[in-house]
């Protein structure tokens, strides 16, 4: 698809306040889509909430407690394969610092810095800079790979200090959500650890510009897909604009608590499952936003080489495997793709 360039917003940011995450799309119909393809933004469902995820709660020493809050997990993954995580210990500074260091970094004024340097040259970019401006994906992105090494641009100041720090932070939260994960699916705690060797975790991270509705050429900010890997973790500045497909076929805006993370199953938790926990489809509208939006979502992969296929425990003879097996680095190459464009395959894998 040609790829417009336009320049970025140049309205005002509206500071990260994680007390009172702002709803930014003030008006919405109450008229429901059900074809996910269909691109009209006229479609949240008002009374289906996202369910939230205590963090701390599914380590506790209470093991009633715990007991209840893995299944509370469990059963949000097969509902809805999406969840917002709270008490995760990422602190409000940690946020607001990477908020701050993204907004310095996508300053309107420095964009020839930015094509010279980070848009695309190679397939092997371990960062990665871009612009798309059309009818179907309204946005400016900067993509780099966050683990086994972190990769990060140098500029602004502290940048890259201010990502290594929230990225090793989030593999805490990866550890912890394989463990938990693991035992609310009835396995030994390093079942996902061990399927996917986590320790070497494989993590895209894409961080993301949207601008408000009077600068976006259409209604999206980024059209419907699901991501590769276990989940991923996003966070934003202000609320308004990200949508999931719940199970049901409903669109349900994503409207964040304040200092949440927000948590969306992968393609490789739904293969390594034989279908079990689906990944979840999502997309971004611009629609009635009135400033602009920051997101950074971080996919967190098996390791590289892990080869991903049905798990024996998903498969007999009602399941036989819905998945073709893969390395991780093959899913991520599939049909000329590349690791830092961070593209799905599930359908490609998929056994018809
Ligand atoms: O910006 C968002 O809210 C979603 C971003 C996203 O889905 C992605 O980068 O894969
Ligand atoms: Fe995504």
Known sequence: MAQETISPVLITQRPFDSKSATVISSQRSSSLTKNPNDSSINVPVDDVEIPTVD?????????????????????VCKDFGAFYLVNHGVSDSMLEGVFKGLSDFFNPREIEDRIKQY??????????????STHGENREYL?????????????????????????????RIVHGLGKAISNAMGFEECYIEKAFNLDSGFDICSMNLYPPNFRSKSSMGLPNHTDP??????IQDVNGGLQILSHKGEWIDVNMPPNAIFINLGDHLEILTNGKYKSTLHRVVVGNNEVKRIS??????????????????????????????????????TNGAVEIDAQSSLEQTRIE
């Open 55 to 75: 963090f701390t709660m599914l380590f506790s020493d209470d093991l009633d407690k715990r007991s209840r809050a893995l299944e509370h997990i469990n059963q």
């Open 119 to 132: 848009e695309k040259k190679n397939p092997t970019d371990k960062i990665r800079w871009g612009v798309n």
């Open 143 to 171: 993509k780099v790979i966050a683990h086994p090494q972190c990769h990060c641009p140098t500029k602004p100041a502290s940048f890259s200090e201010t990502m290594e720090e929230y990225f090793k932070t989030m593999r």
């Open 229 to 234: 890997g276990f989940f991923v973790s996003l």
């Open 296 to 333: 950074v979502a971080t996919l967190h992969g098996p390791s590289s080489d892990s080869f991903v296929c049905p798990a024996p425990e998903f498969v007999d003879e009602h399941h036989p495997p819905s998945y073709r097996g893969m390395t991780y680095k093959q899913s991520l190459e």
